[in-house]
């Protein structure tokens, strides 16, 4: 069966650390990526997204992510984190082609300390 | 502002009763969802629907039964067989098309209490 995994459930840093977050998928075909964040009370939205090209992707509020297709990963990477990346972390995966099946990961919780 | 609304943010039931939750886009995207969020399982999709009058099981399904009478709504609900009904319920919506998919937008989610 498709599934994403994200190993990391929580995971405490001190301000000015860095954070990478880890997400694998089990597909076996063409795929694209997303990363979407839960700020405490609100709704989900997007941080970055992958379909093709460069396969290391930037998004909002420094926030980056390396697809390594031989991997089948696509980790979420900030150099330096702020108080206010405090909030929960999903990795979801869409196969190309079978459009609506998007598949999230568990999620992780981010929690930054000042 | 074009958006996803679901009403109400907060839904209270008695056990064994049906509930629907309702879900409106006015973002003209063709593909509709339904998410179910728990603590420490992430979001699992319960239906979803690519266009008016066609849908999907996804995950979870039992227990559950949608309609997508008309583009910008989707009302989902919950019906007396689902055993565990007691979250965190998400609807989104995307653009889509056989080989384009782009990214889901949510709404900010009902959460149901069922006593």
């Known amino acids: 069966a498709q599934s994403v995994s994200q190993h990391n459930h929580h995971v405490i840093l001190s301000e000015a650390a860095s954070l990478e977050l880890g997400c694998n998928y089990s597909y076996g075909g063409t795929v694209n990526l997303f990363w979407y964040v839960q700020y405490p009370g609100q709704h989900l939205q997007l941080l970055l997204k992958?379909?093709?090209?460069?396969?290391l992707v930037k998004g909002i509020k420094g926030f980056e992510a390396e697809f390594i297709k031989s991997k089948f990963s696509f980790n979420l990477r900030k150099p330096s984190v702020q108080w206010s990346d405090t909030a929960e972390y999903f990795c979801?995966?869409?196969?190309?082609?079978?459009?609506?099946?998007?598949?999230f990961g568990t999620g992780t919780r981010l929690q930054v300390t000042l | 502002d074009g958006g996803i609304t679901q009403s109400p943010k907060y839904l209270f039931r008695k056990e064994g009763q049906n509930v629907t939750l309702s879900c409106e886009q006015n973002?003209?995207?063709?593909?509709m969802y339904w998410y179910r969020q728990d603590p420490g399982q992430g979001l699992r999709l319960i239906y979803y629907s690519q266009i008016v009058n066609d849908f999907q099981k996804g995950d979870i399904a039992e227990g559950y039964s949608v309609s997508r009478e008309k583009k910008e709504s989707f009302p989902l609900t919950v019906t007396s067989a689902q055993k565990n009904p007691t979250a965190f319920y998400l609807c989104?919506?995307?653009?889509?098309?056989?080989?384009?998919?782009?990214?889901?937008?949510f709404g900010q989610g009902t959460r149901l209490t069922v006593v």
């Open positions: 992958y379909f093709s090209g460069d396969p």
């Open positions: 989104a919506s995307s653009m889509e098309g056989d080989t384009l998919y782009t990214e889901a937008f």
């Open positions: 979801a995966v869409i196969l190309t082609g079978t459009a609506s099946k998007l598949t």
């Open positions: 973002l003209n995207h063709d593909a």
